[in-house]
């Protein structure tokens, strides 16, 4: 059994910051890539940014140079610090993590149960 769980999302005014995470447990034994998505009214889930275990990390263009994606690997936690935020911006937030729960087992995307992030005045 694995959990991913968010935290952090709410309300903030345009122009503010806010900071996700999320954080993996249960039966877990290698961590791949995670990653953060997102999913407004009446839209497609898209990506909003990735990092690998090791490598470079991957941002939409919409979120370039305002949002910063990290991961703390010993406690198997990713982070996506927001800034500068937009009343567009504003959708469910998900937490993807690629990962393996045994040494033999395939690699398998997990999911987050999301977390609200409302930018508005």
């Known amino acids: 059994q694995v959990q991913l769980v968010e935290s952090g999302g709410g309300l903030v005014q345009p122009g503010g910051s806010l900071r996700l995470s999320c954080a993996a447990s249960?039966?877990?034994?290698?961590?791949?890539?995670m990653g953060w998505y997102r999913q407004a009214p009446g839209k497609q889930r898209e990506l909003v940014a990735e990092?690998?275990?090791?490598?470079?990390?991957n941002y939409s263009n919409s979120v370039k140079g305002r949002f910063t994606i990290s991961r703390d690997n010993a406690k198997n936690t990713v982070y996506l610090q927001m800034s500068s935020l937009k009343p567009e911006d504003t959708a469910v937030y998900y937490c993807?993590?690629?990962?393996?729960?045994?040494?033999?087992?395939?690699?398998?995307?997990?999911w987050g149960q999301g977390t609200q992030v409302t930018v508005s005045s």
């Open positions: 249960g039966s877990i034994f290698s961590i791949n890539a």
């Open positions: 990092i690998p275990s090791g490598g470079t990390t």
């Open positions: 993807n993590a690629n990962l393996r729960q045994t040494y033999v087992s395939g690699w398998s995307a997990y």
